[in-house]
C-alpha cells in the first residue's frame, strides 16, 4: 500500500478515507490509475482532481456506506472494480450485519488493491469466464439448534470464495484464533489465504505448472478433507514443520501450504511497499550485521527475484516486531520463514510475475 494526499490541502490520507479530515473534501479512490482523490460534484458525475480528463460516478455500494471507490461515467457497470466480485452480501437491513459487512469491505478493497497492482486476471461473472472471481458474505444461521451443515464456513470452491460474517466480528475472530492456537487472524488475511485457493486454480492447474508445484509443494491428489481432519486432530505432521512450511496449517494439505504462502507474499509486497512510501531504513545500532539493514526504496511488484524482498523483509519485520513488544503487543509478523519456506515464496512470486519457476535462471 502506498501514501495518498489530499490534492487540495495535502493533507495525508488513509486509503479508507471518504473525506479529507483537515479541509473536508470528499475522497474517492480511483483504482484505473490508484490514486485516492478529492471530488466534486458535478450534476450526475463526479470531478476528480487526480484526473480531470475523466468524469466518475462511485460504485453502487456507497450509498450504503460500504465502498469509496469510484467507476469511470462511460462505464456501464454500477460496481467497481472490488464490488463487482460480489455475488451475494448479508441482510444489511440489520444494523449488525450491515457494520460487519462494512468491515469485510474494507479488507476486500484492500485485497484488490494488490491483485491490480500485480496485474492479477480478475474474471468476473458477466466476463465468460468459467471460473470467475466470486464472493459471498454470508451470517449464520440465527437458530441456536441449526445443523452443523447450515453453519457457514470460510472457504473457497471453483471460483468462489465464501468469508463468514462472523470473522468481522473482533471479539469472536480472537476467540477462534485462540481455540485453534494461531498466531495470527485477520480479515485481511483470510482474503489473501482464500484468493490465493482461486489463483492456484489459475496459475497452476490451468497454467501447466503441476509437476513443478508437486516437485515443490507435494501432490494435492492427497484427499483433502482426511487431511484436513487429521490436521485439526493431530496438528502439524511433524514437530520440525517450521524448517518447510510459513505456518503450522500449511502443512494439512499441498493446496493449503500454497494458499498459506500466497498469503504471506501478499502480506511482505504490500508492508514492504508502504514501508517504502514511508523512507523506511532500518540499521540497528548495536551490529554490523549486513542481513539486519535495509533501505526499502523499491517498488515491491515490480522486483525480478524473491531475494531482493526477503533482504528487506527479515530486517523490516524484526524492527516492527521490537516495536510491537516495546508498546506490549504481540509480533506483527510471529512466522519465521526458513530456506525451504522462501524457495515457496520464490515460487509464488515467480508465477505472478509469468516466470517459470522450473528452467528460470
Known sequence: MKLFKCQNCGQMLYFENSWCESCGSRLGYLPDIGILSAVVEDGAAWIAAAN?????RFCANWEAYACNWMVPLTGSQAFCTA?????KIPDISDPDKHR???????AKRRLFYSLIKLRLPMPTEF???SEPLVFQFLAAPEDPHAESGDKVMTGHDNGVITISLAEADDAERERTRTQMGEPYRTLLGHFRHEVGHFYWDKLVRDGGMLDSFRALFGDEREDYQEALKRHYAKGP???SWQQGFVSAYATSHPWEDWAETWAHYLHIVDTLEMAAAFGIKVSPEVTDDPDLETDIDFDPH???TI???IDAWLPLAYAVNSLNRSMGQPDLYPFVLAPRAIEKLGYVHDLIHGFDPVHRS
Open 52 to 56: 480531470l480528463e475523466c468524469r466518475y
Open 83 to 87: 464490488c463487482q466480485h460480489n455475488r
Open 100 to 106: 460487519l459487512w462494512q468491515k469485510l469491505e474494507v
Open 127 to 129: 466476463s465468460g469466464d
Open 237 to 239: 505432521n511433524n514437530s
Open 302 to 304: 515490480r522486483v525480478y
Open 307 to 309: 531475494d531482493t524482498l
